[in-house]
């Protein structure tokens, strides 16, 4: 069964700070999909990001980016020069490619000071 | 994009009443759909699968009794908290995917449904 694990509950930054969000995965299955979700207080999730596990890519989206590698089974989400909007809890997960189960890891509380 | 909704978006019940949330795909035909439960602070935690026309599957640890799911169509699936005690509040949370049994579709998650028992 798949596993994932976030390791930080919490983090807390000053604004303009850059912060990594840490993301470790466990599967048995060589095709799988990684996802990053954030959840605002107001607790709808957000989707942020899917990776298939044959792209290794970088990925940036403004001040987002993504770094994957599967020699470490990382998925780790940077957010460059925060903001007090990027305040909420970011969840990882992973799901199979032939079992639509989606697991979540703990999340990560980020709060970020202005 | 693919939305999906949920219906209502808070509800407060006295214990011992049954409550009924929905979930609507509103663009898209759900041929699987997930319920979730999050505690305050915590994950997200799988709840049960559900395919369009079939009996949900649930986790280990779901009573099935207690947490009935119907997935009559292809638009809308159900949950019903039976007889609900002050444990059961929660976050609920549905999603919903186009594939069921092919390779892996994204989850489209609705905005969640915070459940209070007095």
């Known amino acids: 069964a798949q596993k994932v694990t976030q390791a930080q509950t919490e983090i807390s930054v000053v604004e303009k700070e850059d912060v990594t969000l840490d993301c470790v995965y466990e599967?048995?299955?060589?095709?799988?999909?990684l996802f990053w979700y954030k959840q605002p207080p107001s607790g709808e999730l957000v989707f942020l990001i899917r990776?298939?596990?044959?792209?290794?890519q970088n990925e940036i989206s403004g001040r987002y980016s993504w770094n994957f590698q599967k020699s470490t089974s990382s998925f780790n989400f940077t957010i460059t020069a925060s903001q007090v909007v990027d305040s909420a809890v970011y969840f990882c997960?992973?799901?199979?490619?032939?079992?639509?189960?989606?697991?979540f890891g703990a999340g990560t509380r980020l709060t970020v000071k202005p | 994009g693919a939305v999906v909704s949920q219906h209502p978006s808070r509800v407060i019940c006295k214990s011992g009443t049954s409550v009924k949330i929905e979930c609507r795909s509103l663009?898209?035909?759900?041929?699987?759909m997930f319920w979730y439960r999050q505690f305050p602070k915590k994950s997200l935690m799988l709840m049960a699968t559900?395919?369009?026309?079939?009996?949900?599957?649930?986790e280990q640890g779901v009573e099935k009794d207690k947490f009935l799911i119907n997935h009559a169509s292809l638009t809308l699936s159900t949950l019903t908290v039976t007889s609900a005690h002050p444990e059961d509040s929660s976050f609920y949370i549905c999603?919903?995917?186009?594939?069921?049994?092919?390779?892996?579709?994204?989850?489209?998650f609705g905005p969640g449904t915070r459940l209070l028992v007095l």
């Open positions: 999603s919903a995917s186009r594939a069921s049994g092919s390779l892996q579709e994204t989850q489209y």
């Open positions: 599967t048995r299955d060589t095709t799988y999909y």
């Open positions: 990776r298939n596990s044959f792209d290794e």
């Open positions: 997960a992973l799901s199979e490619a032939y079992n639509n189960d989606m697991r």
């Open positions: 663009d898209f035909q759900a041929t699987t």
């Open positions: 559900s395919n369009e026309g079939s009996k949900a599957t649930y």
